[in-house]
């Protein structure tokens, strides 16, 4: 193998294990790479890309959504949601485990964080859960799966992330995955269904003190603020009234609204969710920043077209490549984080996944799925620790009890794969 493609992988993993930041990580990489491999003037190369890519126009909803899923979190709203959801699972097999998949599903569609949606959903559920007798290790096995649909379920902060880097229309990959994170939340609660099947006498249903469908009925006015801020976030988009970022400040404007209501907007909420969001979004910003640099450096270095051809020489059909990319990115998922995840193996796998016969839209599915596991791998899987977090557990405790759900989305990456319409179906009629 070329030393210039070994070299900025030694570097890669050097500044990571030395513990840098993964964006000033990935900026020194591309600025030794060239330094060493091209006599260019690298600082030039590295002011325009930064520039370039921290100016798309789609960039603007980050800090927007961003900032909603902070001020949710310091709401009354997940309380209101578990609260009306409670009575319609409660007699279902499984019970109030089910509690964590819709619970996570409806929160996701108005977050787009995968670490946020476990966290707020977990603050409720599993102290409930816990008091009720449900076993801890599939509490937190159900929490950890469904978190995970923070990311996929729009609006996505990940996939604004991918559709900037990889060009793609982020209004199509918000539709793409809207099919598959509904699937995925069916299979998480099916799995629940044949879990208490098998152990009746740990998951049990409940019954009901009155009468069910009255009380059922009674808690839907709860959900009202979810209705109406989803109706305002995602209609608004798929009506064609407003681009992703105009809906997110609508629904930034709506959720104050909902926390005055509720009397839970106040200056100290509002103060520690901008600060919060401040301090994401300038992470993210330095990452996407680093990106672009480093695409670039690799380019001029010729490191994808390298690595492509190595890929190439193998003559794998379409399957088996996904089935390679899958296993490259559970292993590179146990050391990086997700972010870090798309925007380092971006540049090199796009070109293969479009010379395969699959969709830009297609693979931003898939990567955000693979990108979910590494939530729930360890030593670095952020659902894992923020369960742990909640709970007091031993990480192996969480890590075991999530491991089904896991296998779980191995299984679904396939099915994709075999069936891409399930992706593709809502982007083709935008």
């Known amino acids: 193998m070329p030393l210039s493609v070994i070299t900025p992988i030694l570097l890669l993993f050097g500044l990571l294990g030395a513990g840098a930041w993964v964006g000033l990580g990935l900026m020194g990489v591309g600025i030794g790479s060239l330094e060493l491999f091209r006599n260019l003037p690298v600082d030039r190369i590295l002011a325009q890309t930064v520039w370039n890519g921290?100016?798309?126009?789609?960039?603007?909803?980050?800090?927007?959504?961003?900032?909603?899923?902070?001020?949710?979190?310091?709401?009354?709203?997940?309380?209101?949601?578990?609260?009306?959801l409670e009575p319609w699972v409660r007699r279902f097999p499984g019970g109030l485990l089910h509690t964590n998949i819709l619970g996570c599903t409806f929160f996701a569609l108005i977050s787009g964080s995968s670490a946020a949606t476990t966290s707020a959903i977990g603050k409720i559920t599993l102290e409930e859960l816990k008091q009720r007798g449900y076993p801890r290790s599939i509490s937190m096995g159900s929490l950890a799966g469904a978190g995970t649909l923070g990311f996929l379920i729009p609006p996505s902060i990940i996939m604004i992330v991918y559709g900037v880097l990889s060009q793609t229309s982020v209004l199509k990959l918000f539709a793409a995955g809207i099919i598959p994170g509904a699937l995925l939340a069916f299979m998480f609660m099916s799995y629940l269904v044949v879990y208490s099947w098998l152990r009746p006498f740990e998951v049990r249903t409940e019954e009901s003190p009155g009468g069910i469908w009255r009380e059922r009925f009674s808690r839907l006015p709860t959900l009202l603020p979810f209705i109406v801020l989803m109706v305002s976030l995602l209609g608004s988009m798929y009506t064609g009234m407003a681009?992703?970022?105009?809906?997110?400040?609508?629904?930034?404007?709506?959720?104050?609204?909902?926390?005055?209501?509720?009397?839970?907007?106040?200056?100290?909420?509002?103060?520690?969710?901008?600060?919060?969001?401040?301090?994401?979004?300038?992470?993210?910003?330095?990452?996407?920043?680093?990106?672009?640099?480093?695409?670039?450096?690799?380019?001029?270095?010729?490191?994808?077209?390298?690595?492509?051809?190595?890929?190439?020489?193998?003559?794998?059909?379409?399957?088996?490549?996904?089935?390679?990319?899958?296993?490259?990115?559970?292993?590179?998922g146990c050391f990086l984080e997700g972010m870090s995840l798309i925007v380092m193996t971006l540049p090199i796998v796009l070109p293969l996944i479009t010379a395969a016969g699959y969709d830009n839209i297609w693979f931003g599915v898939f990567l955000?799925?693979?990108?979910?596991?590494?939530?729930?791998?360890?030593?670095?899987?952020?659902?894992?620790?923020?369960?742990?977090?909640?709970?007091g557990e031993k990480l192996g405790a969480v890590v075991k009890a999530a491991f089904p759900f896991f296998v779980l989305m191995i299984f679904f990456v396939f099915l994709l794969a075999v069936f891409p319409d399930i992706v593709m179906f809502l982007p083709s009629l935008l």
């Open 243 to 332: 681009s992703p970022s105009e809906a997110a400040a609508l629904a930034v404007v709506v959720t104050l609204a909902i926390m005055a209501i509720e009397r839970t907007l106040s200056l100290r909420n509002v103060m520690d969710a901008c600060m919060g969001t401040a301090r994401t979004v300038s992470m993210l910003g330095l990452i996407i920043a680093a990106a672009s640099f480093l695409s670039t450096a690799m380019g001029y270095l010729g490191l994808p077209q390298q690595i492509a051809n190595q890929i190439n020489a193998l003559n794998l059909t379409p399957l088996q490549l996904i089935a390679l990319l899958l296993v490259i990115y559970i292993a590179l």
């Open 54 to 84: 921290l100016a798309s126009p789609e960039l603007l909803a980050l800090p927007l959504f961003i900032l909603m899923a902070e001020l949710l979190f310091r709401s009354n709203f997940i309380g209101g949601l578990f609260h009306a």
């Open 368 to 391: 955000i799925i693979v990108v979910e596991m590494a939530q729930i791998t360890p030593p670095v899987g952020m659902n894992i620790f923020v369960i742990q977090g909640l709970t």
